[in-house]
């Protein structure tokens, strides 16, 4: 069974930081990508960075540039989202996604669509 599950999130004071974690199983950790998504309240899911299994390329939309750091380890079957300098826009539903397509990790803004996996969603709040 493909499972991700999402930890890290919580309460933090602007200019904090945080790193979330995707854990993965029952996936060939080196076969797919892993992309980062967030979601505030009645918005739209949007995604933040994607990281490849194939070259370990990296991206982040523009929101994140900067601020966010995509890591994974592969022995460990997890992805991390290093966030600094959190900013209260920061606040969301995080969620992590395996992307298991030919090419994985072309756009860190890429719809929601046509990932394999989802994870359940780990919250952050930005606030004083």
């Known amino acids: 069974q493909v499972q991700l599950v999402e930890s890290g999130g919580g309460l933090v004071q602007p200019g904090g930081s945080l790193r979330l974690s995707c854990a993965t199983s029952?996936?060939?950790?080196?076969?797919?990508?892993i992309s980062w998504f967030r979601q505030a309240p009645g918005k739209e899911r949007e995604g933040i960075s994607c990281?490849?299994?194939?070259?370990?390329?990296?991206l982040y939309a523009d929101s994140a540039k900067g601020r966010f750091t995509i890591s994974r380890d592969n022995a460990k079957n997890t992805v991390y989202l290093q966030m600094t300098n959190l900013k209260p826009e920061d606040t969301a539903v995080y969620y992590c996604?395996?992307?298991?397509?030919?090419?994985?990790?072309?756009?860190?803004?890429?719809?929601?669509?046509?990932?394999?996996?989802w994870g359940q969603g780990t919250q952050v709040t930005v606030s004083s």
């Open positions: 029952g996936f060939i950790f080196d076969f797919i990508g």
């Open positions: 990281i490849s299994n194939t070259d370990g390329r990296t």
């Open positions: 996604a395996a992307d298991e397509r030919e090419v994985p990790c072309t756009d860190a803004n890429d719809p929601p669509v046509g990932f394999s996996s």
